[in-house]
């Protein structure tokens, strides 16, 4: 008995492979993880990403227009919850999988998913990342950013501003039928210089028909591996940089068992956004 693996990749059925198609089957046949094509997102639904994307990235100004030191994260929560639901689309992190809120408001070593509170006050000198993910007409659309409160110390500002660098150098790394281990090792890399750890337990991943696709988009790794990036795709790229170890934990006191916390508690910054790959490169639908 011959034992053959089954294909990933398949030709639309009584239709001529196209270039795309060759390109894909090419890295298949060479060994390499490639996507369904489920994954590709027809032009109309890039569009509906788009429309919600543009939604996502308002919900963001509107933070920005607000955001100051003696608010309360619940504050944000409600400025948030506000502003998607006026422009008709829904907080898709409100009640995901047991999540309380609309938004994930994550302080200082608090790296993601934290909880809004009352009693969460910002305070002058902190770093915040605001995440939220929207849902319009059932498209996904997901970007995070981080705020400075007032002014802060110089190592914290760096680890903001380098955070940033990290989005921007994964999202030069991303080219069509590249891989995704090409944006992870171009992360690391540039985190490196700085003796600051990479999040190895989340990830970015794709998105847009549902709020977590694949691939997962690891920020640390090796050029020529993960899943092929091709055309039509659409995920997030999303480092999570620590200023100390990689290393993470669950806050033992969230009820909820979201909150993930640097294993020094050290701070943490984050940049999100998502992103469509073309045949030119990735395209931004919402920051």
Partial sequence: MVFKKKRVWHCLPGQEPTELDKKVMYWENKGKEVPSRDLIKTPEQIEGIRRSGVVNTGVLDEVAKHIHAGMSTLEIDQICYDYCTSHGAIPACLNYEGFPKSVCTSINEVVCHGIPKEEDILEEGDIVNVDFT???????????????????????????????????????????????????????????????GIVRDLCGHGVGLKFHEKPDVMHYGHKGTGMLLVPGMVFTIEPMVNMGTWKVFIDADDEYGWEVITGDEKPSAQWEHTFVMTEHGVEILTY
Avoid: W
């Fill in 134 to 196: 929207t849902i319009l007409d059932g498209y996904y659309a997901d970007a995070s950013r981080m705020f400075i409160i007032g002014k802060t110390t110089p190592e914290k500002e760096q680890l903001v501003r380098v955070a940033k660098e990290c989005l921007e150098i994964g999202m030069e790394a991303a080219k069509p039928y590249s891989f995704v281990g090409d944006i992870g090792h171009a992360i690391q890399k540039h985190a490196d210089k700085y003796h600051y």
